[in-house]
């Protein structure tokens, strides 16, 4: 039977793994701390996945011999730790298996995207993809329908069609795999700058005020970079987006709220069980975007009151006096 390779037991490995067992597929869940996976083995239950039981049929371990026989491997690592622990699988990797990334981010010092860390250190060779979408992960583990887009060679998205499309996960395709990994990483970034007027109760009109311009930023470096516009106009874009920016779930939405009601930016990145993507890829966009030309005022101020110990007031008002401008889409 055909194996597919999940690696990275957080949440949203973990409910894709579920997902994929539950369909009959024959699935090894790999984690990166032993001790950590070990326990996931024994009790089934992820911490943050209340009330899912793991089904008996996925195999939980911390062994990488365990993936070598895999036909396909989802990557779902976090985006600031995907290189290390690609470096350290390299040699246990399975040679010409196809390697889709579930994670959203852009890598600090590189300005990479999640794909181009992975084929720097498991070789370019290999096929590799993304999937992407608006997927809160204990949601998409209760059974609830939801759609993703999987981008990447025609081969690879009719392999993911294959395994992981059913009638409570649609899957749609696309070949921009550069904007599909753009809008996923991006949409973090105007999530947190949404949890901050969700901090402030600056109401609903500021909110979508911030979501469209957000998109805007999104698009503008998109397009720089020669993803199709779009893009952001889907699953991988406003779709992602909207989810983030307003579900109570979303770590970045969260994470942006707590600094707005004065919580330091620093000790919340420390102290978090869950990792909000996008305060790290502020930083990396911003750099991007100076290499492109391009200007992303939205995340700019992220970034400043993320790394900058900019006060959220100051950074809101630096948003605000803008000169004014033709609005571009």
Not at 132 to 156: D, I, N, Q
Not at 249 to 276: F, H, K, W, Y
Request: charged share 15%; hydrophobic share 45%.
């Amino acid at each position: 039977m055909p194996l597919t390779a999940v690696i990275g037991t957080g949440a949203w490995g973990t409910a894709i793994a579920t997902l994929a067992a539950r369909d009959g597929q024959q699935v090894v869940l790999l984690g990166r701390d032993p001790a950590k996976t070990a326990q996931l083995a024994q009790e089934r239950r992820h911490p943050s996945l209340t009330g899912l039981a793991l089904p008996a049929s996925l195999t939980i371990t911390a062994d990488p011999t365990l993936v070598q026989s895999a036909d396909l491997v989802l990557w779902a690592v976090p985006t600031q730790a995907t290189r290390s622990f690609a470096h350290t699988l390299a040699l246990h990797f399975p040679p010409h298996a196809p390697v889709v990334s579930l994670s959203k981010g852009l890598e600090q010092g590189t300005m990479a995207r999640v794909s181009e860390v992975l084929a720097s250190e498991l070789g370019a060779r290999r096929p590799y993809a993304a999937i992407s979408g608006p997927s809160m992960a204990s949601e998409c583990a209760a059974g609830r329908p939801f759609c993703l887009v999987a981008a990447g060679p025609e081969t690879v998205t009719a392999l993911l069609v294959e395994r992981l499309h059913s009638p409570r996960m649609r899957l749609y395709t696309s070949t921009d795999l550069v904007g599909v990994e753009l809008g996923g990483a991006l949409k973090n970034v105007i999530a947190i700058a949404a949890g901050i007027c969700d901090g402030l109760k600056l109401g609903d009109n500021t909110k979508a005020a911030i979501i469209t311009r957000g998109l805007a930023e999104i698009r503008r470096l998109g397009r720089a970079l020669g993803a199709v516009d779009a893009t952001f106009a889907g699953m991988a874009g406003i779709g992602d987006l909207l989810t983030s920016c307003y579900s109570p779930l979303g770590r970045n939405r969260g994470l942006g709220q707590a600094i707005a009601e004065g919580r330091d930016p620093q000790s919340l990145l420390t102290a978090r069980s869950g990792v909000a993507e996008g305060a790290w890829t502020s930083r990396a966009a911003i750099a991007l975007a100076q290499g492109c030309g391009c200007e992303l005022p939205i995340a700019s101020q992220v970034a400043n009151v993320i790394w900058a110990a900019t006060p959220v007031p100051t950074a809101m008002e630096k948003l605000l006096s803008r000169a004014p401008k033709e609005e571009d889409a």
